[in-house]
């Protein structure tokens, strides 16, 4: 019985691990290889430099900036997308017609090629002739030369990242609210109970399984990050927009070092990794 | 009561708030389609927002030199088989996770969800070589079969099916049904919810993908969107309105497909009550 | 329920059909490609460049009619690495156009045909070829790949804003004084306009503009033997002080992204000829092109660009395709009618002599003082460290024009960072 159960698991299994090893692992493991080897990506020889690679990474200076950069991109994009998004679906709930004008507009940039929006934002930002400078201008605010200040292209670059990702939050968000059960809140309407004490005791711990959702998914995306912000600033001004996955790029396939850049990919892997189980297991302590 | 409930809900500054956000979520759009129609002399010259100029040869040399028909259709064949895939392989392996037991079974699945944290331009080279093993070069399979698992859709739908009582299967199971049979009739319409969430992002992810296929494509023939997009900005100069022409191609079919199904999309992912 | 089996049924089958079919699609089409041969053309030439291309192509495919030449165009950002995935799997195209830049590089894959040996002779296969043009094809004694174009930096200016600002629009710098004068006469125009546009982001892009102050300056780049810097010198510091002096002290310039100037709102701004034609059709100014102004006591000098053409190893048939489009695309008459297509530059005599060309100069003048800068042009090192080195010097000097380290510091610190670039690499 028992055998019977685990052949059928593993026929369940085999598609997806079959992928999974031929597409992911392999590749993943011979990447290590390379991560080994000072190969230009060109030359017919790889040649062999143990961990040097690694040695190299701990006094560089670029890769710990990134390291930061994509840890604070990657924070606010995730939460602020999250938080709006919650929001946004909360006041467009029993909205009737309007809210379907509402939810395509969020929805657009989401199916917006990332490369085509990118390049609109570049000219959106640009100091002379974007509307967004212009607009502060008319409001007599000073407008910003966003992808050129070191301490303004962070924040463009999450504008932009929450821009693309805010109406999959709203969309997920609103079809949870549009399946809670309806006669919780009427009770609570009968008691008294005001809207944002609604809200904070009702609404919020029911939504915690979308709000997981919406938190892993937007995680997944953000970290990865890589196709508006090559557009935007390639990673500058003075490295301060150069997320994980451009440096690795830059490395890999601009600068001939493939070598290098697979030895960034691995310890990015292993960064997460650990920082993944460290919460599980302080989440497991806590329950 | 239901009255009361919706006065709360609604209110003038709710709109407004709604407005102030959606403008600016809508403002790369007005701005794209403005340019889109200004002659090149002008495309950096006022007004920005509000199109004045109908220059309507941008899209017709942004079509001669790109057949946008052809990356949609490219497009929409990768994104569909990629999101079946997904949904496909990812419901067994979900089953099989959560209702069996078998050897290796923890390990194998820390494995798949350490693999979601792995960076995808590592794997570009390598795993360009595996595809050119296979002859899959310049061909959309290479686009494919590739993205037809998802360590995320695994755990997704394992979460899910998890609320769902094992009666359900044993019911069906008493009646003759197979294993597959139980998946097909049994687990997936009660997971929809769950099966519409990893379709949206299996999709969009497919949709939006650029550095694989930029590696793995050759031919224009074989072109998806982005890519198409991606060569009217080079290094001999940007041709900004035709760019903003074939961005403007790009786009709105995209944003009318989602106009026509969004309800169906709304009800997949709100029924059966995400929370269970 | 039953539906729904059914539906998911049909879907996966149909999804399994397309995937078959696709695959099938392509072993289809390699069958009956046996005659003739097929070849692919990678390259970067968008645009109008792109254009000029295939109609050059369309001409070759019909005075040959056993071969079909494809031009693939893919962004030059992105070349480089479809190449370096094709060369790593054996997928490369028969034929490909790259940046000279690139070329050290490429010749270490062994995946390039000895065009020396397919030509009868590296002498026969370069004729008249200026020989600084050929530094890049040349690998350990072979040819491996030839000039398809060249081309250099040279001084655009906004005439339109010389007038504004009370300058005479026939009458651009020649010195780095007069340029730094005329720079801050514009930048008074207000409004951010730039009295000049400098390159700041780092990459080969930042490298590229800088060179030929250094090379004007007399500091140079590297030394001769390609093994140790050599701009962090007096000269060097003069040159960087320069333009950090213009960013930082008269604010006739802004550390920023690119682009100002195409959007006339910069003065003026270091570019190659093929911003020639663009500017001509689509510039909302009228501009005028000069030589670079050099300093006192310095010299003329500019920066060399250009792509080289190469065939990369595969059947008899398709190397045989491949070479003898080389041939062809590099011949004089064809490369004088590419010139005058893209406003690329001559790569010998005989295209420089040749009436046509000298016809299109004649109607387009602001090509006149690229062909004059040319002589001047330097060549970036050929080696396979230079983009190590290049990404290394221009993060080291991008903060000194944002003002965050001196001069002095951000040369010294460069100096540091292309000689561990020089010896990792």
Redesign the interface.
């Known amino acids: 019985m ?1 055998n019977r ?2 052949r ?3 026929l ?2 085999a ?3 079959l ?2 090893i ?7 493991i ?2 290590a290889q ?1 991560s080994l080897t ?1 190969w ?5 020889v790889k040649k062999f430099v143990g961990f040097q690679n690694y040695i ?1 990474l701990f006094g560089d200076a ?1 890769f710990r900036k990134s390291l930061s950069v994509t840890t604070i991109y990657t924070v606010s994009v995730t939460l602020i997308s999250t938080i ?1 998004g919650f929001l ?1 679906a ?6 009737g017609k309007s809210s ?1 004008i ?16 990118a ?3 570049q ?2 930002f ?4 974007g ?1 967004i400078d ?1 607009g502060l201008k008319a409001l007599h605010l000073p407008g910003p ?1 966003w ?4 301490h303004w292209a962070l924040p463009a670059v999450i504008i932009v990242g929450i ?1 693309k990702r ?1 109406g ?1 939050a709203v ?2 968000y ?3 609210l ?5 006669s919780c ?2 009770a609570a ?2 008691d008294g109970v005001s ?1 944002w004490q ?1 809200v904070r005791y009702m609404t919020i711990p ?5 709000t997981t ?1 919406v938190l ?2 937007g995680f ?1 995306d953000a ?2 990050v ?2 508006h912000i090559f557009i935007l600033t ?1 990673g ?4 301060s927009t150069n997320v ?2 451009l440096l ?3 490395q ?7 070598g290098y ?2 030895a960034i ?2 310890t ?2 292993m960064i ?2 650990a920082l ?1 189980m460290l919460q599980w297991q302080i989440r497991r302590r806590h329950e | 009561m239901m009255r009361k409930f919706k006065k709360i809900s609604l209110g003038l500054a709710d709109h407004l708030v709604l407005i102030a956000i959606s403008s600016i979520v809508i403002l790369p759009f007005v701005w794209m389609i403005t340019t889109s129609l200004k002659p090149p002399k002008l495309a950096f010259a006022a007004p920005y927002l509000i199109p004045t100029h109908f220059h309507w040869q941008n899209f017709v040399n942004a079509w001669h030199e790109a057949p946008f028909s052809r990356y949609y259709l490219n497009s929409i064949i990768v994104a569909v088989l990629v999101t079946f895939g997904q949904v496909f392989t990812s419901a067994l392996a979900a089953y099989a996770f959560d209702r069996f037991e078998f050897p290796l079974k923890k390990t194998l699945w820390f494995t798949l969800l350490a693999s979601m944290m792995v960076p995808l331009p590592l794997l570009v080279i390598p795993s360009f070589q595996i595809i050119q093993h296979l002859h899959w070069a310049d061909n959309l399979v290479a686009l494919i079969i590739p993205r037809c698992w998802s360590a995320f859709g695994i755990l997704l739908l394992r979460q899910f099916i998890h609320s769902i009582p094992r009666d359900f299967d044993d019911a069906a199971k008493m009646d003759g049904a197979s294993t597959l049979r139980v998946i097909w009739t049994v687990i997936l319409p009660l997971a929809r919810p769950a099966v519409a969430t990893l379709a949206l992002f299996a999709f969009l992810f497919a949709w939006n993908d650029f550095l694989w296929p930029l590696i793995v494509l050759n031919s224009p023939e074989h072109f998806t969107v982005p890519l198409g997009i991606a060569n009217f900005s080079g290094k001999y100069g940007t041709r900004w309105t035709l760019l903003m022409a074939a961005t403007v191609s790009a786009t709105i079919p995209a944003v009318i497909a989602f106009l026509a199904m969004q309800k169906s999309l709304i009800r997949g992912l709100a029924s059966g009550g995400v929370n269970e | 329920m039953k539906l729904t089996h059914r539906r998911l049924a049909s879907i996966l089958s149909l999804a399994v059909f397309a995937t078959v079919s696709l695959g099938t699609g392509s072993a289809i089409a390699a069958s009956k490609a046996v005659k003739p041969v097929t070849i692919q053309f990678w390259n970067y030439w968008d645009g109008g460049n792109g254009q000029a291309l295939s109609k050059l192509v369309t001409e070759f495919n019909k005075k040959n009619p056993g071969i079909i030449v494809k031009p693939v165009t893919f962004p030059w950002g992105d070349l480089l690495p479809k190449l370096q995935s094709a060369i790593a799997s054996g997928s490369t195209p028969a034929l490909a156009a790259t940046d000279i830049a690139w070329m050290a590089n490429m010749n270490q894959s062994g995946k390039l045909v000895d065009l020396g040996a397919a030509l009868g002779g590296i002498k026969k296969a370069t004729g008249d070829i200026y020989p600084s043009l050929l530094t890049y094809g040349l690998y350990k004694g072979k040819l491996q790949s030839l000039p398809a174009s060249t081309n250099n930096l040279s001084l655009f200016y906004n005439k339109d804003l010389f007038r504004k600002a009370g300058l005479n629009p026939n009458k651009p710098p020649k010195t780095w004084a007069e340029m730094r004068a005329d720079a801050m006469a514009i930048s008074k125009l207000g409004n951010g306009t730039q009295g000049m546009e400098i390159y700041v982001q780092p990459g080969e892009g930042l490298t590229w503009q800088f060179q030929p102050y250094l090379w004007q300056s007399g500091a140079g780049f590297l030394n001769k033997t390609n093994t140790a810097p050599t701009f962090n010198s007096a000269a060097g510091k003069t040159a960087l002080q320069f333009l950090v002096d213009l960013i930082n002290v008269d604010h006739a310039a802004t550390a920023g992204q690119w682009g100002a100037f195409d959007k006339g709102q910069a003065g003026m701004r270091i570019d190659g000829s093929w911003m020639v034609g663009g500017y001509r059709d689509n510039a909302p100014f009228e501009f005028g092109t000069a030589m670079l102004p050099i300093p006192d006591g310095g010299v003329h000098a500019t920066n060399m660009g250009g792509e080289q053409i190469m065939a990369f190893k595969g059947t008899t048939a398709t190397q045989a395709a491949a070479v003898t489009f080389i041939q062809w695309f590099t011949s004089a008459p064809i490369q004088a009618r590419w010139d005058v297509a893209t406003n690329f530059m001559p790569i010998s005599d005989s295209v420089a002599n040749s009436n046509v060309l000298l016809k299109h100069i004649a109607e387009e003048p602001a090509l006149k003082a690229f062909i004059d800068q040319q002589k001047y042009a330097y060549a970036r090192p050929a080696i396979a460290a230079y983009p190590a080195v290049s990404d290394a010097f221009s993060k080291a000097l991008e903060p000194a024009f944002y003002g965050t380290v001196s001069v002095s510091d951000a040369l010294a610190n460069a100096d540091a960072a292309v000689r561990k670039a020089l010896s990792t690499n």
């Open positions: 028992r159960q685990a059928t698991a593993y369940l299994i598609p997806a691990l992928l999974f031929g597409f992911t692992a392999y590749p993943f011979w990447s390379i000072s230009d990506g060109l030359n017919a190299n670029e709006l946004i909360l006041m467009l709930q029993r909205r379907v509402y939810r395509t507009i969020f929805f657009s940039p989401v199916v917006t090629a990332t490369v085509a929006a390049v609109v934002w000219l959106l640009d100091p002379y002739v509307v212009l030369n992808l050129s200040d070191t821009w805010l999959f969309i997920v609103a079809a949870g549009s399946s809670l059960p309806t809140y009427e309407d009968l809207g609604k029911l939504m915690r399984p979308v959702l892993i998914t997944i970290i990865q890589f196709d390639s500058g001004p003075m490295g994980m996955s690795l790029f830059n890999g396939f601009k600068l001939f070092r493939l850049a697979s990919g691995w990015l892997f997460i990794l993944t």
